[in-house]
């Protein structure tokens, strides 16, 4: 592909989302196998003149994110090692989903959002507040639809992924996702919440929280991460765009542990067949895109975004702060697309 890009107009891009509000921030990095081709930052953590500036190596909460960088490459490990197999029933190997609707989804419904599962979390409402009863509510919950019968994204897949995945190998799904991803891609930046103090002070601030009278800053903003601790398969990592470049390096170029080119084979193709909107593992193609274009990507709440194409050989990175102003997506959707167009040409 054209390996030239129009850094200024992605500065101004950027810039003018500043200037419109609808990010006080933003960090932003693109590469290629070989690492970082261009990247930058503007605005600041809170939107004034006089606030601390957004650099390069800001941490932001990347809410959903998440869930690619964490709980789908470590499910992609436990594949690649033979202990997981993506069709079989869950209630096959796993006792807690046995005998309970979940027992007849497989691994592979819920990586391609078709289990059927319940659309919103709603875990305290549910389930109450303890931990283990929220475990226990949503593997034993009823499925809103049959198993494969439709695309319907929903958090509660990946909290269900994290939740197997623990039970595989006896360990949290935060110590998994550093121990088997982040540490051997020197990740260093990157962990799941709450940020200790010095941290907390590089993070980029979210929404304003009633209880604390202060914007969010380095405690996740999802409320179902934080009434599970701060840790779980639906969010509650932070990171910055330079190790997110990190990661996306390696989806590009897997010829390393720890996960490998068959896992992203799999993961980065159209795994839903006639359904719609198409998926493929947890990744989605890129609004505005169709299969040719082979532009995948993975959105958070709090303003994130990530983009890879391997057929191009690039990735990218958007990492705001929409939150501090508002919840609205429209605004950061636009600057998103348009980030996204400019980072990959039309083929």
């Known amino acids: 592909m054209n390996t030239t890009l129009d850094t200024p107009r992605i500065a101004r891009l950027l810039r003018e989302g500043v200037r ?50 964490a709980v789908w490459p470590v499910v992609g490990t436990l594949v690649e090692d033979g202990k997981l197999l993506l069709d079989a029933p869950l209630g096959s190997f796993w006792p807690e989903a046995a005998g309970h609707p979940l027992g007849d989804v497989t691994p592979l419904q819920l990586l391609t959002h078709t289990a059927g599962l319940p659309l919103r979390a709603n875990l305290r409402a549910l389930y109450g507040s303890d931990p283990q ?42 110590r998994l996702a550093a121990d088997r991803v982040w540490a051997p891609l020197g990740m260093t930046e990157t962990r799941f919440g709450p940020l200790p103090a ?24 999802d409320f ?9 398969g639906i969010a509650g990592a932070f990171s910055t765009a330079g190790d997110l470049g ?15 080119p068959e896992w992203v084979a799999a993961s980065l193709r159209v795994r839903t067949g006639e359904l719609a909107p198409v998926r493929g593992l947890f990744w989605h193609l890129a609004p505005g895109t169709a299969v040719r274009d082979d532009v995948w990507a993975h959105y958070g709440f709090t303003g994130t975004g990530l983009w890879v194409s391997p057929s191009r050989g690039r990735w990218a990175v958007l990492l705001t702060n929409k939150l501090y102003f508002t919840r609205a997506t429209g605004p950061v959707t636009a600057v998103r697309d348009a980030f996204r167009e400019a980072v990959f040409a039309p083929l």
């Open 133 to 174: 009863d929220v475990r226990d509510g949503v593997l034993r919950e009823v499925l809103r639809r049959r198993p494969g019968e439709a695309v319907e994204y929903t958090d509660r897949a990946a909290l269900i992924l994290g939740y197997l995945a623990e039970h595989l190998t006896g360990l949290r799904l935060a």
């Open 20 to 69: 419109a509000q609808v990010y006080p921030g933003a960090a932003w990095a693109v590469g290629d196998a070989g690492g970082l081709v261009a990247g930058g930052a503007v605005g600041s953590h809170d939107g004034t003149a006089g606030g601390l500036p957004t650099r390069p190596d800001t941490l932001f909460d990347l809410a959903s994110l998440t869930k690619v960088i």
């Open 224 to 232: 179902s991460t934080r009434l599970l601790g701060g840790a779980c």
């Open 198 to 221: 010095p941290l907390a002070a590089r993070c980029a601030p979210t929404e304003y929280d009633e209880e604390t009278g202060a914007h969010l800053r380095g405690t996740v903003h």
């Open 246 to 260: 990190r990661f996306l390096r390696q989806v590009l170029d897997p010829v390393r542990p720890p996960f490998g």
